[in-house]
Nanobody, 121 residues
Framework: QVQLVESGGGLVQPGGSLRLSCAAS????????MGWYRQAPGKERELVAT???????NYADSVKGRFTISRDNAKNTAYLQMNSLKPEDTAVYYC???????????????WGQGTQVTVSS
């Protein structure tokens, strides 16, 4: 019923930039918070950034000042602009959305399939 599809990952050199996109589609009535999480090999999934419907944002300390989350509510899409990338940013990045479908009055959490970001020279 609902799909979240990430794109924009890849290989980049340290100091470089990437922009991730997350497009939500399906029987969506309303999207509350959207967020980006990441999971490096051997580590737990961690929060990167979140953004509410009204565009209030929250960032992990490790990415503050380097990453910017944004969203386009008309397109049900969230973005993550990543600048000054470091090798420690290497991970699979997952999109998350808390949303209501047309068939439920409750918010449910949905995840994308993930996109690999590798920062290496």
């Amino acid at each position: 019923q609902v799909q979240l599809v990430e794109s924009g990952g890849g290989l980049v050199q340290p100091g470089g930039s990437l922009r991730l996109s997350c497009a939500a589609s399906g029987s969506i009535f309303f999207i509350s918070t959207m967020g980006w999480y990441r999971q490096a090999p051997g580590k737990e999934r961690e929060l990167v950034a979140t953004i509410t419907f009204s565009s209030s944002t929250n960032y992990a300390d490790s990415v503050k000042g380097r990453f910017t989350i944004s969203r386009d509510n008309a397109k049900n899409t969230a973005y993550l602009q990543m600048n000054s990338l470091k090798p420690e940013d290497t991970a699979v990045y997952y999109c998350n959305a808390d949303l209501r479908t047309r068939f439920s009055e409750r918010l449910s959490s949905y995840w994308g399939q993930g996109t690999q970001v590798t920062v290496s020279s």
